[in-house]
């Protein structure tokens, strides 16, 4: 079947501009019943947190949420240097028979998980000149979005607030600029909590949206699944049709006045 409104990453094509995590759900049975619900193609793999065949006498994720199904996405969350970051990468490549798509993530802090850009560039520059697909989760500034770009990234991933703060989109000017800017796809990482912060980020263009804790840390994280595809179905559709523009002032008539049927009025009674 022929995709109407084509998502392409890396030169493959997706149905789901909806991009989910793997981890901080309860267990591997809610994990594999939201990836489902979400309806998304992509899930990303924490290499130091997820069991993916590195431990064969433990539970594996591969079990629930198959590669056959599903695109892996290994990053290197936990990573505080571009060497770590590398070394975490190869790894991943090495557990997924030479599989080359990988998210970047290089953090400044334990405490808010914030990217560390200086290193995020150098590693960059390393694994592009390896032969690696990467996304680069980076911060909301057009310059060095430009510069992830420029060094070769399939992808850049402005957060949109702290990792796992459930904050939405603090900055929506910065997005929009590096939209301006940017010609590979940009996918709005970190920060959403809710079905409208999807929507949000979609409807500025955004070409897919990546979450996790608001869907592992929602009440109902299968409900809430559903909620977010739609959300970002929702997102994308009003983008594509182009909203109406604001109007503060002189806002005309939702009616026209024009070319009306008037009758004529009654003499007045004598």
Request: hydrophobic residues 40%; contains cysteine.
């Amino acid at each position: 079947m022929m995709t109407v409104d084509p998502f392409v990453l890396a030169g493959k094509t997706y149905q789901s501009r909806l991009l989910v995590g793997t981890g901080k759900y309860k267990d591997f049975e809610q994990t594999r019943d939201a990836i489902a619900m979400s309806g998304a193609e992509i899930v990303t793999v924490s290499i130091r947190r997820t069991n993916i065949g590195q431990d064969p006498n433990e539970p594996s994720l591969l079990d629930y949420v198959p590669p056959q199904t599903y695109t892996y996405l290994p990053n290197t969350a936990g990573c505080y240097s571009a060497e770590d970051a590398v070394r975490t990468a190869r790894l991943a490549r090495e557990l997924l028979d030479g599989h080359n798509l990988m998210k970047l993530e290089i953090f400044g802090s334990p405490t808010n998980l914030y990217p560390n850009m200086p290193e995020t560039l150098a590693a960059t520059k390393t694994l592009v000149a390896e032969g690696f697909d990467v996304m680069v989760y980076c911060s909301d500034d057009p310059v060095q979005a430009r510069m992830l770009e420029d060094l070769g990234c399939v992808a850049v991933m402005p957060l949109a607030s702290i990792i796992g703060s459930g904050m939405g989109i603090l900055n929506p000017w910065n997005i929009r600029l590096i939209l301006d800017q940017i010609s590979v796809p940009v996918l709005l990482d970190a920060g959403v909590g809710t079905a409208s912060d999807a929507t949000i980020a979609m409807e500025l263009g955004c070409d897919a949206v990546l979450m996790n804790s608001a869907l592992a840390y929602a009440q109902d994280p299968v409900k809430m699944a559903r909620a977010m595809r739609r959300a970002v179905q929702a997102g994308r559709d009003a983008y594509l049709a182009g909203r109406m523009p604001k109007k503060y002032y002189l806002a005309e008539a939702s009616s026209p006045t024009t070319g009306l049927i008037h009758t004529q009025a009654k003499p007045a009674a004598k």
